[in-house]
């Protein structure tokens, strides 16, 4: 048995040896190279890596502009809409109906005046009654002026 034994493992070699022959005429192999994924080592796609980059970076820092303009903003509304705020702007509209009362009732009323002037923030209007009809000067500060004539006999209802 010892013989058959030999012949057993002669031929397992013999087979394995043959497998080996049979697989190794199908392999191949190449060179192995490694290349670099990022464009910041390749070099390869670099221009527009760097472009995608100063997009991003740019897209950012106009966000956060926006960001702090909105914010800014917001404070500003707050600020005009607190309760001082709307008393002084409720104070002022009455301040100015007032004058312009006081002005419409000099133009036009029982007592007209003949002519006055009135400093408003920087801006002088000078008024004056010329036969029939009234003529507003407003000059601004820079000296700017228009003046306005108003006939007096359209204003009936």
Do not use: W
């Amino acid at each position: 048995m010892n013989r058959g034994k030999k012949k057993i493992v002669l031929l397992i070699c013999v087979l394995a040896l043959a497998n080996i022959v049979l697989v190794s005429l199908t392999l191949s192999a190449d060179e192995m190279t490694h290349k670099f994924k990022n464009p910041s080592f390749s070099g390869q796609g670099t221009s527009s890596h760097y472009l995608t980059i100063e997009n991003q970076e740019f897209n950012r820092k106009e966000a956060i502009r926006e960001e702090i303009k909105a914010y800014q903003e917001e404070l500003e509304r707050e600020a005009d809409n607190t309760t001082l705020a709307r008393f002084i702007r409720n104070l002022e509209s009455r301040i100015y109906a007032q004058l312009s009362r006081q002005l419409v009732d000099n133009l036009f009323g029982e007592t007209a005046s003949q002519f006055g002037i009135l400093e408003l923030e920087g801006n002088t209007i000078e008024y004056k009654v010329e036969d029939d009809k009234v003529t507003l000067i407003i000059t601004d500060e820079e000296g700017n002026t228009t003046e306005i004539s108003v006939p007096l006999g359209s204003f009936t209802f």
